[in-house]
């Protein structure tokens, strides 16, 4: 007998295990839900994208010749869930069964979980295998190890895959060349100009919807330039490889004014929305490396962020969910400030990289890291609250890779599961990495004060509310001795500066 075959918005690949065995009377089904849509009120072009994405998809599946029901958000009957159109679906459609592919995020992998009862039709839940490991294969790596890290993993993944391999050896005799990555831009330094994409009329009448629909969200649609198709997405990386990989890793930890994708992919939207897979995007840049188009810190560097840092995000996610999601190791609890939403701040850096994010759903690892991220971490927002937000905002955002990433890597909120010390850094490393601060009306050499970078006092301030819970913390045995160093009077006036400010946010 006939299954039902559900495809999430994340799930845009035809090579998706729930339909490997697909056959001639199944019944496809794609659903815009206003559930989905806004469990938390993503940014429209979030929600834009992937409609569009998701619209594209089902008519390749349908010239492809199968039978799809597509069920498009206004249309009359949407019961608004994921479950109601399964359950509408199956009044109409005489299926058997319901495979789908399991689900990215842990609310709705708890919902789907129970369909099977509450339907009583079997649901099976394949593996994803979109991914260069499998979640039993990270749980086996983990095992009883007391800390997990991520260069170890990543390791296992360049044996496994065999990408950047000399026989048993990494290519160049390293795994890593993270020294020659950390760069900032020279001077007049112009990153590469991006392609941009024709919106076709599928696109047009979404974006449309969206602004009607969800006129009162994040973020604008004045500028939505993501592809919507697999070539689309193809054709972007093609042009990454082209033109931006070569300076990747020399520039990967840079930012500028202006400058609102410098030599990053952009890929993760389409990688996490199932339009591109890791290996061919690994692939395509080892080529790069072994045509002598691309020098190995810049391709080792990419090839680690996914399989290193992709893999290993979602493998900790699932790991440790759902505890993960409710610890809050440095008790933080100060409110999410309006200026996240707004960028209404003095503080250039972060009316920066909101305003791209508001611009594109979209900010570069630095900026999400060591500003924004940098900012939650020092003021101690609460987990909840930043965590929601970086949800919302980016295009890219789902829970599996979105919360580690935020709750671990940014803000510390696990105590150490993601990474091995918080990323805490003063003015001094922004200005470092970018020119953010000479059009600032902060001081970055100021250490207190009214015209002081707050990023200065808010650090030291930071190490000194936290010492009880980081001092033993191996790595941060230099950054404690600098703390002791410093006079009292210099502490007062930190303290005091950092009081007055976060008293007025
Ligand atoms: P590039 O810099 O070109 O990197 C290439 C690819 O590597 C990315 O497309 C991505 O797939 C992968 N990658 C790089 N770093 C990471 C990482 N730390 N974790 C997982 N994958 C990584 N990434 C998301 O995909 N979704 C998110 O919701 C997300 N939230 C983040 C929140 C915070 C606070 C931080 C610090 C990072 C977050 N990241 C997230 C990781 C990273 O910032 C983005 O993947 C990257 O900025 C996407 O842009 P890009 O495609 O141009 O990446
Ligand atoms: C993010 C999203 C949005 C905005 N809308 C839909 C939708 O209408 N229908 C759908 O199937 N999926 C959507 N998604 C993606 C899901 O939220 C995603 O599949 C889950 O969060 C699991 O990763
Ligand atoms: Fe950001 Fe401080 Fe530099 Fe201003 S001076 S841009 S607040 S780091």
């Not at 042009?239 to 930012?255: N, R, V």
């Not at 971490?377 to 890779?401: F, H, M, R, S, T």
Request: net charge negative.
């Amino acid at each position: 007998m006939a299954k039902l075959r559900l495809i999430l918005g994340d799930q845009l690949n035809t090579r998706i295990s729930s339909l490997s065995d697909v056959e001639k009377g199944d019944l496809i089904v794609m659903a815009e839900v206003w559930d989905e849509a806004t469990y938390v009120r993503h940014h429209k072009q979030k929600i834009a994208f992937l409609f569009s994405a998701m619209r594209h998809f089902a008519r390749q599946l349908e010239e492809a010749g199968h039978a799809v029901r597509y069920v498009r958000l206004d249309d009359a009957g949407n019961t608004g869930s994921l479950f109601g159109e399964v359950t509408r679906a199956l009044k109409e459609f005489d299926a058997d069964g319901i495979i789908t592919t399991e689900c990215g995020e842990w609310r709705l992998a708890c919902d789907i979980k129970h369909w099977a009862e509450k339907l009583g039709l079997p649901v099976e839940i394949r593996e994803d295998d979109r991914f260069v490991s499998t979640l039993r294969e990270f749980r086996d790596w983990a095992g009883d190890r007391k800390t997990l890290r991520m260069e170890f993993f990543y390791r296992e993944m360049r044996r496994k895959t065999g990408l950047l391999m000399d026989g048993n050896d990494p290519e160049g005799g390293e795994w890593n060349f993270d020294t020659e990555n950390r760069k900032s831009l020279p001077k007049g330094y112009k990153s590469p100009a991006r392609k941009t994409v024709q919106h076709d009329s599928v696109t047009k009448e979404v974006l449309t919807l969206v602004e009607n629909r969800f006129g009162d969200h994040f973020g604008s649609l004045a500028d939505f330039r993501y592809g919507v198709t697999r070539d689309q997405a193809l054709r972007e990386l093609d042009s990454f490889i082209e033109t931006c990989l070569p300076d990747f890793g020399a520039y990967q930890d840079a930012m500028a004014t202006g400058e609102d994708y410098l030599n990053h992919s952009l890929v993760s939207a389409y990688l996490n929305a199932g339009l591109l897979l890791p290996m061919e995007i690994c692939e395509a840049a080892e080529e790069a490396f072994r045509e002598g188009h691309a020098p190995l810190n810049a391709v080792e560097g990419f090839i680690r962020q996914i399989i290193g840092w992709r893999e290993y995000v979602r493998g900790l996610y699932w790991l440790k969910m759902p505890d993960y999601a409710e610890t809050n190791y440095l008790n933080s609890q100060r409110s999410l400030p309006a200026f996240y939403w707004t960028g209404d701040t003095d503080m250039h850096c972060i009316s920066e990289a909101v305003r791209n994010t508001q611009e594109h759903a979209y900010a570069h690892h630095i900026q999400r890291l060591m500003v924004t991220g940098n900012f939650a971490l020092l003021a101690g927002i609460k987990p909840q609250e930043i965590n929601e937000w970086y949800l919302i905002v980016y295009a890219d955002a789902y829970e599996w890779v979105q919360l580690p990433n935020t709750h671990g890597m940014a803000i510390f909120a696990d105590g150490g599961m993601m990474g091995s010390k918080p990323y805490a850094a003063s003015g001094a490393y922004i200005n470092r990495m970018s020119n953010y601060c000479k059009s600032c009306r902060y001081a970055v050499s100021q250490k207190t004060g009214d015209d002081a970078c707050p990023f200065n006092y808010l650090y030291w301030d930071f190490l000194d509310r936290n010492e009880k819970k980081l001092r033993k913390n191996g790595r941060m045995g230099l950054v404690f001795k600098n703390l002791d160093r410093k006079e009292e009077d210099e502490m007062t006036a930190i303290r005091d500066s950092a009081r007055k400010f976060l008293d007025a946010l």
